[in-house]
T-cell receptor
């Protein structure tokens, strides 16, 4: 499986934008980029995913580099509830392994 | 539409006992995934099942652990002869199909072995 690299931790202030980076230099053409997050004492929840184009939904935006070797999850206005571990995951939906493979993620702290 | 339901939420077992963890997927979902999260660590994939079939068990310990997803009823993760190192949070996820992009997770079962 292609590997992702994320910073261990990041800090943000409430109501400010947050940019969470992810490097995936060995990404293949059929790998989708997924983001999940895990709030304290809860199961992971889906945030967003994309293949090549930037994506927006009600939770966040996903900016994907033109060469697809990196991507950035953007939270437009962080709230205290956004404090969580954010996981960037590559998933090849075309063949082989179907399960999500979680790395160590980025622990986001949001200060009031 | 209820989400993924796991029970019990908390389970305490003495060393040597058996632990049975249940997962009811979302309605209409026939694919189930089990993960284990040790304290202060990341989620580790254990097993992927589709109704009555094990698709991928590459993350499952070879001994004492088994999983099933019968035609009727919830998926069961069974741990025999539990040891202290089995203490962890066990999460179940479900998806509608193998290529669906979103997996839905339950709240987990926290197993404590005393």
């Amino acid at each position: 499986d292609a590997k992702t690299t994320q910073p261990n931790s990041m800090e943000s202030n409430e109501e400010e934008p947050v940019h969470l980076p992810c490097n995936h230099s060995t990404i293949s053409g059929t790998d989708y980029i997924h983001w999940y997050r895990q709030l304290p004492s809860q199961g992971p929840e889906y945030v967003i995913h994309g293949l090549t184009s930037n994506v927006n939904n009600r939770m966040a935006s996903l900016a994907i580099a033109e060469d697809r070797k990196s991507s950035t999850l953007i939270l437009h206005r962080a709230t205290l509830r956004d404090a969580a571990v954010y996981y960037c995951i590559l998933r090849d939906l075309g063949t082989g392994r179907r399960a999500l493979t979680f790395g160590s993620g980025t622990r986001l702290q949001v200060q009031p | 539409n209820a989400g993924v339901m796991q029970n019990p939420r908390h389970l305490v077992r003495r060393r040597g006992q058996e632990a049975r963890l249940r997962c009811s997927p979302m309605k209409g979902h026939s694919h189930v995934y089990w993960y284990r999260q040790l304290p202060e660590e990341g989620l580790k994939f254990m097993v992927y099942l589709q109704k009555e079939n094990i698709i991928d068990e590459s993350g499952m310990p070879k001994e004492r652990f088994s999983a099933e997803f019968p035609k009727e009823g919830p998926s069961i993760l069974r741990i025999q002869q539990v040891v202290r190192g089995d203490s962890a949070a066990y999460f179940c996820a479900s998806s509608q199909g193998p290529t669906n992009t979103e997996a839905f997770f339950g709240q987990g079962t926290r197993l404590t072995v005393v």
